[in-house]
């Protein structure tokens, strides 16, 4: 088991089900609900899209499960997967943190941090989660 998860808008749920899918259309410069399909088939294949380690939303958790944070935007498609995830383990006993940054959309961390801020900040809220989470110095996290 890991010591501690960072999870940038993580797809929890391959039925895709959630319903930010449909609603946040056209608003994600990232996703469309078509392309969410074409992955969806690309990754999953003929498997049920149900099982656990294809949809982690579907797995069952205790409070052992490593500590977790999960970041997404307001404009993510995979928005509901999130907030749907971070249920699932806060219910479970899990320590979890989800950050939902106004605006942003999809994977919006790959953008360079040096031209755009907001970047910058999910990165560095990431770093320190992961400080505070293992316990490290400041000097140990690149």
Not at 11 to 24: K, N
Not at 87 to 96: A, E, H
Request: proline share 9%; net charge negative; glycine share 8%.
């Amino acid at each position: 088991m890991p010591a501690a998860l960072a999870c940038i808008s993580p797809c929890a749920d391959l039925t895709l089900s959630g319903d930010t899918i449909r609603t946040l259309e056209g608003l994600d410069p990232v996703l469309t609900p078509k392309r969410m399909q074409l992955l969806q088939g690309a990754y999953a294949g003929t498997a049920d899209e149900r099982q656990p380690r294809l949809s982690p939303l579907f797995a069952d958790y205790t409070p052992e499960f490593p500590p977790t944070i999960i970041q997404t935007g307001t404009r993510d498609l995979l928005l509901s997967d999130c907030v749907r995830l971070h249920q699932k383990l806060k219910g479970s006993g899990v320590d979890v943190e989800l950050s939902v940054r106004e605006g942003m959309w999809h994977g919006y961390h790959i953008i360079p941090n040096d031209e755009f801020p907001e970047a910058a900040a999910g990165f560095q809220e990431l770093a320190d989660f992961l400080r505070r989470t293992l316990k490290l110095e400041p000097e140990q996290v690149p």
